[in-house]
């Protein structure tokens, strides 16, 4: 479909797409302008597979205007599985497609399901609320719900190991030892703040019925419907949506913030929903009719056409609304258009509460896509129209301080290639002064990073830049190098974002594309986070600093750092506290000696040094020349 045929077909504006659910009955709409006849088919399951299952009947839909097909069915429909059968003008038989606007499923999302929300609640979901996070105490960690609790040693329950109802088990711990703590009672004591969750609706490629399927989760297949294999009971589709929920309120109960990974940048298969309805309309093609690659899955979509940008915004509304999720991640940001995402961020700060809901994503994309004429990608180079309380991803500062991730074995600041501090001088500042061809509009719109899900952990890039490959074992210089890297992107004005386990050096035996697995590559182990002890009390203290001293993060918009001039690569800046009382002194010494600086004035107190990282200071007071242990990062207090 050319760019004039899609921009001449109707736009809907109403806001019930989808089955709506009522006691004596449900309204179906469909949005499918093309379409010469629509059908609703009902089932009484969610596949062919199960006990009972049979068509129940079908009722045949009338136009409603604006391209919307609509029926009546004056029935009690909850639990009831169905699809839609669409006619097309010169076209034999039917196209049978499950709703685009489901908020339920069966089992591996085939058939949609009539939902009824307020019924698929778990208990005291009415007194779930967000909680209430500063700026500039926010730091993302990233997991996946199957990773987190899969460890058998982990101490939750076997039929929830892996599962959305992991993150409500109380007080876990390792082999019943209190004194350490996993899962969510981990997570409770490192001090981050939000949880970014791999993907969470229903993808594709994982059949829901393989307790052993493993996927990240980049897939798409049902936007609005959380993923069955993270249910206890994918089959019938009230479970999934109850156990969803239920994990966002334990994670809330924890306060803690909850963000959601969304990819709405392509759907799996290039026949997915969306396309089936109104075909040739929603993803996006090459001048001679191909698809177009951008996402690397072979359909994009056309966020910039009008139903798509509805659909999106839309989407999003529904998991701020209906699960209270705190944030939203979007996967390859730069094949969504700005216009969009613009919206977006309108659309959730009109919401209670809806301007402290995260947005931020990956201002790249994977490859080559065509947008509409007009259109502008959500990339780096568009942040001087894209709102500035939409973040993105560095990968500048992620680069510099452990070295390239398309190279393993090119070094970072940290690790063997000190010159990158030439780069990290401005990554200090959130790169605000445009020195790395970007030029972002607030701090807290850089996401500041070492490891993410994609290429490898932390810990295995170090293993890989030193040329060892025993990835399991300790190694007393590559620790230095990890709780530098930490020290330097958790002193950096912005966002900070860490891999779930990157404090306490997980690997993942040198894998740096694990997206299917398998499971135990992926898992959380606990063991070695309890191993690792020391580690995780650095990232804890860092976290501690950087609560307790706001004017780390940049995000009330002070007084920027005051670089200093030191030798070598030595980077040093001092701060200015909000309060008026004191400063801030940060070095950074990637050097593999010992290196002494002049402190300016004084006296002077410790807050971190090469091993130890504490919000309370620490040490004899300091003044004139002070010692730099030789990979380390250094905090002084002035008060």
Known sequence: MREQQAAALPAYTGKDLGATWQKDRTVFKLWAPTASAVRVLLYATGSDDEPDAGLRGYHLMEPAGQGVWQVHVEEDLNGVYYVYALQFEGQEGEVLTADPYARACGINGRRSMVIDLASAAPEGWDRDRRPEIPAHARCIWETHVGDFSADPAGGVPEEWRGKYLGFTADSTCLDGDPEKPTCLAYLKKLGVSHVQLMPIFDFDRTDEADPNAYNWGYDPLNYNVPEGSYATDPYHGEVRVRECRAMIAAIHRAGLGVVMDVVYNHTYQPGGWLERTVPGYYCRRTPDGHLTNGSGCGCDLASERRMMRKYIVDSCLYWAKEYHVDGFRFDLMALEDVETMNAIRAALDALPGGRDILMYGEPWTGGGTCMDAGARPSDKGALDVLDP???????????????????????????????????????????????????????????????????????????????????????????????????????????PFMLSGEEFARTKGGNGNSYLGPQPVNQLDWRRAAGMQPLVDYYRGLLAIRRAHPELSGAAGETAPILLALPGWLIGFVLEKLDGKGELAVYYNPETTSQWVELPGGPWRRLCDGTRADAVPFGEKLSGHVELAPVSVNIFIRQ
């Open 389 to 495: 309380r939409i973040g993105f991803f560095c990968d500048a500062t992620r680069d510099d301080i452990k070295g390239g991730v398309f190279d393993a074995r090119s070094p970072g600041y940290v690790n063997g290639g000190p010159y990158h501090g030439v780069h990290l001088l401005h990554a200090v500042d959130a790169w605000l002064d445009g020195e790395a061809g970007f030029r972002p509009r607030a701090a807290g719109q850089v996401v500041q990073y070492v490891s993410a899900h994609d290429n490898y952990t932390l810990w295995d890039k170090l293993k890989l830049v030193a040329g060892r490959t025993d990835f399991s074992a300790p190694d007393a210089d590559l620790l230095a190098q990890n709780r530098m890297a930490a020290g330097i992107y958790l002193t950096c004005r912005g966002l």
